[in-house]
């Protein structure tokens, strides 16, 4: 897939032909090594309520085993240190030409023989209503691969409207909520190395699919943000954080969903 020098002057420019930015080597393998020891011991002391677990009730589930941590912003300094990382928030700046709002960090451990999450757009959650609503920063912890399940993103996407998910495969997906790409829409996938890290839009089709590796995880730590012209935003993300660190109260949406359903829980 093609990827966009950051030291190059058409980073917006690239990301609004593909709707996605695969930036290589944006943060260095010594702090890539720090935030995977701090969530390693995230993992080992706990945190009541913020340890997201799914109850499909699998014999095996390793997302009990290792769950996904959402909103570890909140009371972990290293966490909002990087959500709030000038090496992201400039590219995002950027890409969403707007001011950020930090909304959101999320850490996924993905062991081996996890399943995936079904392709979907982010801002059918967030519900920002600037523009494409939403911008994910996504940073690989590790090596991502097709063999471990590395998240796939579908070109030109960002460009349609918000589409009513149907029903994903509970064999292969943890989440049921599935966009499938449109006809003459294909996805790629990412392969990223530690540090790598992938920008893309609030209306942008994305997923990943499961991991089939017998020895490799893929760990990552996602940040979301919306821009300054967004005035509204789903309420589980408040509060937002402006880039200076202070909190930012948004209006909770008053229009809805365009599904005619609402779509809770952490995303």
Request: aromatic residues 10%; negative net charge.
């Amino acid at each position: 897939m093609p990827v966009a020098d950051p030291r190059s002057n058409g980073l917006r420019a690239f990301y609004e032909e593909n709707g996605y930015l695969l930036i290589r080597g944006l943060i260095p393998r010594d702090e890539i090594e720090q935030i995977r020891d701090r969530f390693e011991q995230i993992w080992r002391e706990g945190q009541e309520g913020y340890l997201w677990r799914d109850d499909s009730g699998e014999v095996v589930n390793h997302c009990e085993k290792y769950p996904r941590i959402v909103h570890p912003q909140r009371f972990d300094a290293l966490s909002r240190q990087y959500l709030l990382d000038p090496r992201i928030t400039d590219v995002v700046r950027e890409l969403l030409d707007d001011e950020p709002l930090a909304a959101q960090t999320m850490y996924y451990w993905k062991p081996p023989g996890t399943k995936g999450q079904a392709l979907h757009q982010d801002n059918l959650y967030l519900q920002a209503e600037s523009g494409e609503g939403c911008m994910a920063a996504w940073l690989a912890i590790d090596r991502a691969t097709e063999e471990n399940g590395c998240i796939r993103v579908v070109p030109g996407s960002h460009r349609l409207e918000l589409q009513c998910p149907e029903e994903a495969d509970a064999e292969r997906f943890q989440f049921l909520n599935y966009v499938p790409p449109p006809e003459g829409f294909t996805e790629v996938a990412c392969v990223m190395e530690p540090g790598d890290c992938l920008f893309f839009g609030g209306h942008t089709i994305h997923g990943s699919d499961p991991n089939r590796s017998a020895t490799e995880s893929r760990r990552s730590l996602i940040c979301h943000y919306i821009g300054t012209r967004s005035k509204e935003c789903a309420g589980f993300y408040n509060p937002l954080l402006a880039m200076d660190g202070r909190e930012v109260i948004a209006e909770s949406p008053t229009m809805g969903s365009p599904c005619g359903v609402s779509f809770d829980g952490p995303h």
